[in-house]
């Protein structure tokens, strides 16, 4: 299976500061690599999917990009709101694979 | 919109069995997903039914997991045998387009405790 190593596991940040979190494919998964935002206590959310496009709704501070084993999610501006934990996760070869995921923290 | 619903207390070595239920239409357009995330780790994903039959299953859960689809009541089930501690978690229901793997909407989740 296709494992996905997230970095980095935690990270903490002033508001309004920009926070970058990559994921790197252990096998070419050209862009089948989605971003999903989990707040305590909800479901996760899609950000980003297919490495790039920006879900409907979805703030224009989110964005991604990347490419075959290397991807990157960059949160511009970060505000209160934006303390989460973030997964990515790969759709080219089943069983789909979650990376660990990256704990956002505010300070 | 999704919604769990099943025991939130399974025993050691019995079968976990839980069902989301879909509201709207177009539930036959679609393949649905079951995934968890154990407390304090990342999310796993545990299978995709799709009405006309598809299936896939996890291999990490070594054939303990099954799942069916109920398309007049729009509804979808998954149950996991011989449970462990390991297998508590938080499980969720979501819908995945085309079987693409970008779950676009999720169930809310429900706590799935494993004790005697």
């Known amino acids: 299976e296709v494992v996905l190593t997230q970095s980095p596991d935690f990270q903490s940040v002033d508001a309004g500061e920009k926070v970058t979190i990559t994921c790197r494919a252990s096998?070419?998964?050209?862009?089948?690599l989605h971003w999903f935002q989990q707040k305590p206590d909800q479901a996760p959310q899609l950000l980003i999917r297919?490495?790039?496009q920006s879900m409907s709704g979805v703030p224009s501070k989110f964005r991604g990009s990347g490419s075959g084993t290397d991807f990157t999610l960059t949160i511009n501006g970060l505000e209160a709101e934006d303390a989460a934990t973030y997964f990515c996760q790969q759709s080219d070869s089943l069983p789909w694979t979650f990376g660990r995921g990256t704990n956002v923290e505010i300070k | 919109q999704l919604q769990e619903s099943g025991p939130r207390l399974v025993k050691p070595s019995e079968t976990l069995s839980l069902t989301c239920s879909v509201s709207g239409d177009s539930f036959t357009n679609y393949y649905w997903s079951w995934i968890r995330r154990p407390a304090g780790k990342g999310l796993e994903w545990i299978g995709r039914i799709h009405s006309y039959g598809n299936i896939f299953y996890n291999p990490s859960l070594k054939g303990r997991v099954a799942m069916s689809v109920d398309t007049p009541k729009n509804q979808f089930s998954l149950s996991l045998a011989a449970v462990t501690a390991a297998d508590a978690a938080v499980y969720y229901c979501?819908?995945?387009?085309?079987?693409?793997?970008?779950?676009?909407?999720w169930g809310q989740g429900i706590l799935v405790t494993v004790s005697s």
């Open positions: 096998q070419n998964i050209v862009r089948s």
């Open positions: 979501a819908r995945d387009p085309a079987g693409s793997g970008s779950f676009d909407y």
């Open positions: 297919y490495a790039s």
